[in-house]
């Protein structure tokens, strides 16, 4: 009999399964759970996108498209970021910034830390954190350094400077943020530009949930209100997008990274051998989406947000999340509980959340999603107050 341990390499032994994986089991024991644990949009993909898919099925758009993805998303990506960066210049406008399609933005971070990162190399990032984070740069053999934001989840040059050494080589930004929700200032953004480019490191900026931004800002510059990013301040990093959150296509598997020309062929190179190329019907599907207004669900998500901190700010630590559709409050301290203890608490009220060491080396605030119904936020929410009450 074939002994299946001999053959699990070193890489994978110290991950361990998600967190987020060990809450759903808790909670696939209830029958009719409130769930604020999911990180995806409760609406469906909007029907122009789903038919686009559809077509493009049907016309036979079913082959492998080249590496770097097709030529009109790249051309729409095109017209977005001279929009929105026009800061940025494309290789196909005659600049140096290259676009590389992906499966996903974890695609697109599993193919930079692997382009970009050596064994025994420095990546710092902020704690809480994206749990992904973690793992990816273990797996690749570099090591992630995180800076504590706790309580404000604030990344700026005082906390992050210190922990710079020669052995830095990433700096590793998420605005809005998962799991704080919360949306770092154009200040906090320009200076993190500024840092990186001073202490000689790779940005790598992840807006995933950039369409999901409460609180823009006008650009000094240029007067866009828009989320604030790094990327309106420095052409010299990775810019991570995706359509998974905006659109609801978590299943669909598209993002795309911008970046210096010579980084992005190096990743190309490794998505040849990886990944060949996203999906072609969800990248044709991609063109199309770029141009469907979501403005409704985010409002949507604005009044929920409102919500949450309404009903929560009195019981609850919380700091205000200006996006992403969670907040990260803190178990308040007289209950004597941990996060995980707490969660156990609300799991057993129906209410299912998840704990904050998932996301951190601490385990004191815990994670709410809040991409429910309003009917269902508000009985969840009642309930943990309740719980904080006592
Ligand atoms: N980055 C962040 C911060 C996320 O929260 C997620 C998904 O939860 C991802 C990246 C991965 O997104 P995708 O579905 O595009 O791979």
Known sequence: MLNPDRFIADRVRGIEASGIRKVFELARQLKDPINLSIGQPDFDVPEPIKQAAANAIARGLNS????QGIA???QRIGQSMARELPNWTLTAQGGDSQVLITSGVSGGLLLAFMACLNPGDEVILAD??????????????ARPVYVDTYPDFRLTPARVEPLVTPRTRMLLFNSPSNPTGVVSSEADCKAMADLAKYHNLLLLSDEIYDEFCHEK?????????????PAAYSDQMLLMRGFS????????????????RALIEQMTKLQQYSFVCAPSMVQVAGVLAMDVDMSEHVAAYRRKRDMVVEKLSGTFDLVTPDGAFYAFPKVPQKLGLTASQFVEKAIARGVVIIPGHVFSERDTHFRISYATSDEKLARGLDILVELASV
């Open 64 to 67: 492998y498209t080249v590496t």
């Open 72 to 74: 009109e998303l790249h």
């Open 128 to 141: 809480p954190y994206f749990v992904m984070y973690k793992h990816l740069v273990t797996l690749v053999g």
């Open 217 to 229: 800002t006008p650009r000094p510059h240029t007067g866009l209100v828009a989320c604030p990013t």
């Open 245 to 260: 959150k905006t659109y609801a296509m978590t299943g669909w598997r598209l993002g795309y990274v911008v970046g210096p």
